[in-house]
């Protein structure tokens, strides 16, 4: 390697970095057609010491990062290894120096505090529960158990928008706060069902007026089948009112996330 001049700037004599995705143990193999960050995609590579490794790619520092192709191929790399090893995932943006400094600045000091979190974490990964109302449906369940609602839509039928707005905004309250308790105990319901299957659950926040649920859980790769059946079963008794989904097996985010120093 040839030494810097005097005329480079620091940004001119490290171009590249190393991107890291996640820790996983040492016998992890990357797949010939990994996609990593970047534009193009890095080449995902596996930098190992003892008993964990480190999924890693190349990476253009003057490049941008941090499009929605990046944030995707973050996600879908771990997911796939979640799917066949345990893996701690790294926040979006960890990047260092070289391969090198991945090994001796993040995998060696920190190696059995990751393998010890690697061995808790056994064959668990996570599973995302996201449930969205009917809109119909679940207007027509406010309007018929609050009858203030109920009296305020009446005032309303025939009657212009301008001359009826502070009725409206009042009738949009009403109907936001009776959602937001349906949503609290239906959440609830979500997680009463299916934390017999998990070893830990979540609740995240609403990310839509109308979801009725997202929880989060942490449940062993093979009970998956019994994760399905039981939202199915809930699925059925809310038909026509809420309608469910299964997002997973997807790597632990919301339970795991290791840190890496920022280069």
Same mark, same amino acid.
């Given at each position: 390697?040839?030494?810097?001049? =005097?005329?480079?700037?620091p940004?001119?004599?490290v171009?590249?970095?190393?991107?890291?995705?996640?820790?996983?143990?040492?016998?992890?193999?990357?797949?010939?057609? %990994?996609r &990593?960050?970047? @534009?193009?995609?890095g080449?995902?590579?596996?930098?190992?010491?003892?008993?964990i490794? /480190?999924?890693v790619?190349?990476? =253009?520092?003057g &490049?941008?990062?941090?499009?929605?192709?990046?944030?995707?191929a973050?996600?879908?790399?771990?997911d796939? %290894?979640?799917?066949?090893?345990p893996?701690?995932?790294?926040r979006?943006? /960890?990047?260092?120096t070289d391969?090198?400094?991945?090994?001796?600045?993040l995998?060696?000091?920190?190696?059995?505090e990751?393998?010890?979190?690697? #061995?808790?974490?056994?064959?668990?990964?996570?599973?995302?529960?996201?449930?969205?109302y009917?809109?119909?449906?679940?207007?027509?369940?406010?309007?018929?158990?609050?009858?203030? /609602?109920?009296?305020l839509? +009446?005032?309303?039928?025939g009657?212009?928008? @301008?001359?009826?707005? #502070?009725?409206?905004?009042q009738?949009?309250?009403?109907i #936001? +706060?009776?959602?937001?308790?349906?949503r @609290?105990a239906?959440?609830?319901?979500?997680?009463?069902?299916?934390?017999?299957?998990?070893?830990?659950?979540?609740?995240?926040?609403?990310?839509?007026?109308? @979801?009725? %649920?997202?929880?989060?859980?942490?449940?062993?790769l093979?009970? *998956?089948?019994e994760?399905e *059946?039981a939202?199915?079963?809930?699925?059925?008794?809310?038909e026509?009112?809420? #309608?469910?989904?299964?997002?997973?097996?997807l790597?632990?985010? =919301?339970f795991?996330?290791?840190?890496a120093?920022? *280069?």
């Open positions: 390697m040839s030494a810097p001049t =005097d005329s480079e700037t940004e001119q004599q171009s590249t970095g190393c991107y890291v995705y996640g820790i996983a143990p040492a016998d992890l193999e990357a797949t010939s057609d %990994a &990593g960050v970047g @534009d193009p995609p080449k995902v590579s596996i930098v190992r010491h003892d008993q490794a /480190a999924l790619s190349d990476i =253009d520092l &490049g941008p990062l941090g499009t929605p192709e990046d944030l995707l973050h996600q879908q790399l771990l796939a %290894a979640a799917s066949e090893v893996v701690l995932p790294m979006f943006g /960890a990047v260092m391969p090198e400094a991945v090994k001796e600045e995998l060696a000091p920190h190696h059995d990751f393998l010890a979190a690697l #061995n808790e974490l056994g064959g668990r990964v996570e599973y995302v529960v996201k449930g969205r009917v809109e119909e449906a679940i207007l027509s369940e406010v309007l018929s158990e609050v009858p203030t /609602a109920q009296e839509r +009446q005032q309303l039928i009657q212009p928008e @301008d001359a009826t707005r #502070n009725l409206r905004i009738l949009g309250e009403i #936001n +706060q009776a959602i937001t308790a349906k @609290d239906d959440t609830a319901k979500v997680v009463e069902a299916l934390s017999q299957f998990a070893a830990a659950t979540a609740v995240r926040e609403p990310t839509h007026e109308q @979801d009725a %649920a997202h929880v989060v859980l942490l449940a062993e093979g009970r *998956q089948g994760l *059946q939202l199915a079963e809930l699925g059925r008794e809310w026509g009112r809420v #309608n469910l989904r299964l997002l997973g097996p790597a632990p985010y =919301d795991v996330v290791a840190e120093a920022q *280069q």
